[in-house]
């Protein structure tokens, strides 16, 4: 997109000082994420353009992110650093919608780091501190959210998509991935049985993140320590289990999410630890169930991860962005390999949790 036309966005938002340059950022894989620098001391800001294909109400989402924003700075001692700020617009709002696409604009936080990959056991207990602790913050947080994506992290919502799309086969993939689907289909029963869990109340909800890879946490460059979750897009009622697995599918891999190399790709049981180990030491009132199965939260959202990227490459690569043709199924092949890997070594993770929880 060009400067012109994305400086006229920004400049939409109250925004302190004036644009030096815009320039794009990170490599989520729905919205489009750009920096924008501004001229002597101001602060610099990050601008947005959300995904309203898959975000169909962005009104709502933002008022999400206000609201949760809003209380995290009540619990803070640095309100400016430990949580996103959100910049209305001139005139008042959330967003900006600009050519039918939705744009929104937090400040830019100063002095941080984040990650693609954890390269440490330090950055990883540091993970867990960040997602403990948010959740931790957002225990007495009752004011309803908007449900902003139904069944997002509800495996049987899922397989719903899933039938569909494979029972379509819209661009004649599926004869080229039956092993794959096999893969996905031989744990069908034992994925419901979980989820069975939660819609039984046996396994509570709470207001969570539920997109807590290593990307969406920032890191003081200093210090090293943990300041903030970001990317608070999908921040909704769900289980808190659902935060720790989709950050043990991230913060455990020795590869990355989309090797091609296999043999790069394995759970580090040790990164494993670190993270529960922070994350315990925030989040305090997990009740004996959550307990339970807090280590195979990391199996279930790997297995999500599994079928959300397969069942996108049967689909025709409609939902995430992708870099080459077929980067879908080399990602569902090295989150499967990834779970393999948690499979095996699923006795140990049990262990850590229960010495940990004890
Ligand atoms: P996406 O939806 O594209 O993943 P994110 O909100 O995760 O967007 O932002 C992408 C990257 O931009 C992050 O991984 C982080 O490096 C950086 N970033 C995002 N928001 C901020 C912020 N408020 N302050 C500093 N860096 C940020
Ligand atoms: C997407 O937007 P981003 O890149 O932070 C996805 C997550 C997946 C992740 C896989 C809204 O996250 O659910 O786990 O890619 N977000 C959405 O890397 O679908
Ligand atoms: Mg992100």
Known sequence: MDQTKLIQIAELFELQGTIA??????????????????????PDYILQRKNHLIFTDVPAMMENIKAVTDHIKTKVADPERETLTVINTKDGKLYAEVDGNFWAVCTFIAGTSSYDRADSVELAYQGGVGIGRFQAQLADFTQPLKDILPGFHNIRFRFEQWDK??????????????????????????MLAFWSLVENGTIPTHVTHNDTKISNILFDKDSGKVLCAIDLDTVMSSTSLNDFGDAIRSY????????????????????????????????????????????????????????????DYIDGDNYYKVAYADHNLVRTRAQYKLLCSMEEQYEQMCAIVRELTR
Not at 31 to 37: K, W
Not at 177 to 184: A, F, S
């Open 21 to 42: 340059e815009i320039k794009p950022l990170g490599e989520g894989f729905i919205n489009d994420t750009f920096i924008v620098r501004t001229h002597g001391q101001e």
């Open 165 to 190: 799309v494979i029972a379509a086969d819209p661009v004649g993939r599926v004869k080229e991935v039956q092993e794959e689907i096999e893969w996905v289909e031989s744990r069908r029963e034992e």
């Open 252 to 311: 455990t891999n020795t590869g990355a999410e989309d090797d091609k190399c296999l043999e790069n790709v394995s759970m580090s049981i040790d990164m494993f630890r670190a993270y529960a180990e922070g994350y315990l030491s925030e989040q305090k009132s997990l009740s004996e169930s959550e307990k339970e199965w807090l280590a195979f939260s990391g199996r279930y959202i790997t297995y999500e991860q599994v079928l959300r990227f397969l069942m």
